[in-house]
């Protein structure tokens, strides 16, 4: 089932504001530990050569990364005692991780490592600018949900089309088309994440983990759209 979410402007957990507080320091501090993992595969396949000539002659791990990838994103979107119960919660997301760790770095054997640096700063640098605009803004993006599922299904019917007609200049409005679309997403999370009066609805308490998941998926997403975006620039 998915995650509980709340009426903001009914009684719920974060109705203690100590408990509001501490849900939002575990969250940020399980992303921060996952991209810093992340960043540090990334950095491991694009400068170790012997590890990046692998890649290239054996595709399918790749492949299989992003099969064992999609799994764990269903077992643990589906499965709400696992997502709750500690440690497995932490070892179900420290498998998610590395997994999604070697799937990055694996894909980004693929590109100019100084293509690969400037997307990981344009992630952090965009990623850090929606968080301060989620948590300042009073304008409640959790009230759009709607919206940005339907421009989900958009994004993937226009991925269809650029994988018919195969034109670069498609791909690049593609990939400018899913930053945006993920960056909308990064906002919606976050103010799930924080509640409070301006928000329709907020993520429970317990749901720590869903929420990191969340998160650290929206800022992966926006990385992989951003570095094919300037992949196909250069």
């Not at 989900?152 to 994988?163: D, E, G, Y």
């Not at 994440?193 to 983990?209: A, N």
Request: glycine letters at 6%.
């Amino acid at each position: 089932p998915p995650p509980d979410y709340s009426d903001g402007f009914q009684h719920s957990g974060f109705s203690d504001a100590a408990v509001r507080r501490g849900f939002i320091r575990k969250v940020y501090l399980i992303l921060m530990v996952q991209l810093l993992v992340t960043v540090g595969f990334i950095c491991t396949f694009i400068y170790w050569d012997t590890l990046r000539f692998w890649v290239w002659d054996h595709s399918w791990f790749t492949y299989c990364m992003m099969a064992i990838v999609l799994v764990l994103i269903l077992i643990m979107s589906c499965c709400d005692s696992l997502r709750r119960q500690v440690p497995l919660n932490f070892i179900a997301l420290g498998v998610f991780t590395a997994a999604e760790g070697l799937m990055l770095g694996s894909l980004t054997v693929y590109f100019d490592a100084d293509a690969v640096l400037w997307a990981v700063g344009a992630t952090a640098l965009v990623s850090f600018a929606l968080s301060l605009f989620a948590m300042q803004s009073k304008w409640d993006f959790t009230a759009a949900s709607g919206a940005l599922w339907v421009l989900m299904w958009s994004l993937l019917s226009f991925a269809l089309l650029c994988a018919i007609l195969r034109s670069r200049y498609l791909h690049i409005l593609y990939a400018c088309l899913g930053t945006l679309i993920f960056s909308l997403y990064l906002v919606f999370d976050t103010q799930l994440i924080l509640g409070g009066k301006h928000r329709k609805y907020q993520m429970s308490p317990e749901e720590y983990v869903f929420a990191a998941l969340n998160l650290y998926l929206d800022v992966v997403t926006i990385f992989l759209f951003l570095l094919q975006l300037i992949g196909l620039s250069r």
